[in-house]
T-cell receptor, first 114, second 117 residues
């Protein structure tokens, strides 16, 4: 079964450093998403991406965040200057036609900012 | 206002019993979809079941079924014959809007299910 692949699975970074989280969505999917889950809390939407541009972003997705699809397969989330409160699990997801059905999540990147 | 409400922070069930996890939602959009995901301690989000707002029948996937009561705006997950491996966090989520375009999911707070032997 096709998978959404995320790397790395864990990342520890110093406060103020830049991090890039990587995702390889399912190959025939067109819509891509990032979500965040602070430990013990619910999953929150960050941003959606289609046709090489942001479709929607949440209040969480401020100027410190950016997304990019640098080639035909990768989808990245960059946090420019990490803060302690950015520590969370970050999930990438993709869908085929934007219907929401078949919403496939990656296994997540656990980011720890120290 | 919460769009997705899961009122059971934790549930404890004996192995082999059926369990119902509650989810109520709030939307004025006639077109929406409801999802259930399982999150084991390893952290990944595992898709369990989906119900579209226009689907006539309740969704079923193996031991999982979704008790969809549209008028009451509830979408409870039923797990039949629970197993020890069902112990995990369970999230209800909703997407709003029509069939096209990028669509975000809104999640509930989750229910931690523990299956006792």
């Amino acid at each position: 079964e096709p998978e959404v692949t995320q790397t790395p699975s864990h990342q520890v970074t110093q406060m103020g450093q830049e991090v890039i989280l990587r995702c390889v969505p399912i190959s025939n999917h067109l819509y891509f998403y990032w979500y965040r889950q602070i430990l013990g809390q619910k999953v929150e939407f960050l941003v959606s991406f289609y046709n090489n541009e942001i479709s929607e972003k949440s209040e969480i997705f401020d100027d410190q965040f950016s997304v990019e699809r640098p080639d035909g397969s990768n989808f990245t989330l960059k946090i420019r200057s990490t803060k302690l409160e950015d520590s969370a699990m970050y999930f990438c997801a993709s869908t085929m036609r934007g219907r929401g059905y078949g919403y496939t999540f990656g296994s997540g990147t656990r980011l720890t900012v120290v | 206002a919460q769009k997705i409400t899961q009122t059971q922070p934790g549930m404890f069930v004996q192995e082999k019993e059926a369990v119902t996890l509650d989810c109520t939602y709030d939307t004025s959009d006639p077109s929406y979809g409801l999802f259930w995901y399982k999150q084991p301690s390893s952290g990944e989000m595992i898709f369990l079941i989906y119900q579209g707002s226009y689907d006539q029948q309740n969704a079923t996937e193996g031991r999982y079924s979704l008790n969809f009561q549209k008028a009451r705006k509830s979408a409870n997950l039923v797990i039949s014959a629970s197993q020890l491996g069902d112990s995990a966090m369970y999230f209800c989520a909703m997407r709003e809007g029509g069939m096209e375009g990028a669509q975000k999911l809104v999640f509930g707070q989750g229910t931690r299910l523990t299956i006792n032997p």
